[in-house]
């Protein structure tokens, strides 16, 4: 046995290093998940890796009365292929992305998020359902699965629903999530054959959030594109789609030159701010450029299937 | 609300009481003793508090230490057995890959870590690894030579391992 060893005077000011107290429950399925929501979720927070939550809780950003640390219950972390869907529980860790060859393989630009988000420890730690839930402009999951339609499975004692995710964002920190609600999981379809995907991130450092990103999936039959999405992030208050551009993308011949041109109307349909990471003038000079770099990586990958 | 928990620290089992707000660094290092892993930013950007948790890195001043009840954790201290050192404990002394120390225990099991995953990683596949860790004084080169140094080291080992049986 390891006996506790007497605390210095010193230490004894510091142990509590999270300055909230909390009442806390660690429920093991789901269903008790959702009783203990519908009772205390105003004034709860879910606990899933804690890497965006005990930050800002040690920064007093969150002073929660309740903690419900959900990484117990089992039920919540898998990676599923369904033939034409793959569903991914909110509690799966993003390093089970990295080793998921079924993501690899089918959702390339997902892939992408996974090599650049954050390093080996928080990988293992966070979850994408947090990353999700945490509803930072930045996330790294969210350009993705915009671009892959995937869809999020909402529950709550009363039942469940399932929205398109790009239906779930409402600002900064804000989701369409009632406060008795849990994100249960992510479906994303298969990618149409022929279609290939790609996420760019721009960071200051290997380890910083994106000061910009984008993720594109793209078709092209015939030389014309058939089907193009792009969704970026970091340049609104929530990760956004670009619906004008990529309908003055549909029906044109996949030239270099042609994407080019096209792909400066993303400007028009950000809103970036400066910030402590970068500013509005150059994000919005460099969301053209990653877009176009991200179609033409989804092209070659596309071509390569 | 104390909270009891038990779990399997360094190969020995810990039965403590924690307080829900408690995070795994404050018990292993002012309830516990094990001063190995250290406290830094206490946000997760710098990897000085890595520990493994049932084997795996993760960052111990972002988990709660009512998380590891029923779990296995490993800090600096567990890993070397019988009195000697470890084989990349053996390599950083050997290239000089501490200066002033704070950051070591980190790397030094993300490193123990990865050479177990990958026993032949090349420099790119080393920075990649632990690109979470953050050290001001080496510079990193000697942290990376002492890596290879280390994995050379143990390919040697397992292969007259193998020529003996
Ligand atoms: C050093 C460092 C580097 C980072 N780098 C990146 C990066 O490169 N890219 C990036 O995108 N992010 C990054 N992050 C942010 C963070 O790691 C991710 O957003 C992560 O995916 C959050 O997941 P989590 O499980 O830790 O969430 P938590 O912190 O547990 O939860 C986040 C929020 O979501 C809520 N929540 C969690 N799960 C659910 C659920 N199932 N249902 C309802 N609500 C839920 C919580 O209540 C909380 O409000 C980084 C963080 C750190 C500390
Ligand atoms: S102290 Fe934990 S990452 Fe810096
Ligand atoms: S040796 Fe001093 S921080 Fe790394």
Redesign the pocket.
């Known amino acids: 046995m390891v006996e506790a060893v007497k605390l210095s005077r010193h230490n004894l000011f510091n142990t509590h290093i999270i300055p909230v107290n909390f009442k806390y429950f660690a429920p093991k399925t789901l269903n008790e998940a959702l009783e203990l929501l519908d009772k205390y979720g105003k004034e709860a927070?879910?606990?899933?890796?804690?890497?965006?939550?005990?930050?800002k809780m040690k920064m007093r950003l969150v002073e929660p009365k309740y903690i419900i640390n959900?990484k117990g219950i089992r039920e919540?972390n898998f990676i599923k292929d369904e033939g034409n869907q793959v569903r991914i529980g909110?509690?799966t860790r993003?390093r089970q992305l990295e080793k998921s060859e079924l993501i690899k393989n089918f959702f390339p630009s997902l892939y992408d998020a996974v090599k650049?988000?954050?390093?080996t420890q928080?990988r293992n730690?966070?979850?994408?359902?947090?990353?999700l839930?945490?509803a930072?402009p930045?996330?790294?999951?969210a350009p993705p699965l915009m671009v892959l339609n995937a869809k999020l499975v909402l529950a709550s004692k009363k039942g469940e629903r399932e929205i398109p995710i790009t239906q779930f964002f409402k600002g900064p920190g804000k989701t369409v999530?009632e406060p008795d609600?849990?994100?249960?999981e992510i479906t994303i379809p298969k990618p149409e054959e022929g279609s290939g995907s790609a996420f760019i991130k721009v960071a200051r450092t290997s380890?910083?959030?994106?000061k910009i990103s984008a993720a594109t999936a793209l078709k092209v039959e015939d030389r014309k594109i058939v089907m193009v999405r792009i969704a970026i992030g970091s340049a609104a208050p929530t990760p956004v789609r670009t619906p004008k551009t990529e309908e003055a993308l549909i029906g044109q011949p996949f030239r270099p030159s042609i994407i080019r041109e096209k792909v400066k109307l993303v400007v028009n349909e950000i809103s970036p701010i400066d910030d402590v990471r970068s500013t509005a003038f150059y994000r919005k000079e460099v969301s053209k450029i990653i877009v176009e770099d991200a179609l033409l990586i989804s092209y070659e990958r596309a071509s390569r299937r | 609300m104390k909270i009891p928990i038990h779990f399997i620290l360094n190969g020995e089992e810990v039965s403590v009481e924690v307080e829900p707000n408690e995070l795994l660094l404050n018990l292993l290092r002012e309830k516990l003793g094990l001063t190995g892993p250290k406290y830094v930013c206490g946000?997760?950007?710098c990897g000085a508090c890595t520990v493994l948790l049932d084997g795996e890195p993760v960052l111990s001043c972002?988990t709660l230490a009512v998380d590891v009840d029923g779990h296995e954790v490993t800090t600096i201290e567990g890993l070397a057995k019988d009195n000697e050192l470890t084989a990349v404990q053996k390599a950083f002394i050997e290239e000089a890959a501490v200066q002033c120390g704070y950051c070591t225990p980190g790397f030094i099991i993300m490193i123990d870590k990865l050479l177990k995953e990958n026993p032949n990683p090349t420099e790119e596949e080393i920075r990649e690894y632990i690109r979470?860790n953050l050290c001001r004084c080496t510079g990193y080169v000697n942290i990376v030579k002492a890596a290879l140094k280390a994995a050379e080291e143990l390919r040697k080992n397992t292969s007259l391992i193998k020529i003996k049986k």
């Open positions: 927070k879910i606990l899933a890796g804690g890497t965006d939550l005990l930050v959900i919540l909110a509690l993003w650049v988000m954050g390093g928080i730690m966070a979850t994408v359902g947090g990353n839930c945490n930072s930045a996330a790294d999951s999530m609600e849990l994100l249960k380890m910083d959030l994106a | 946000i997760g950007e972002l979470g």
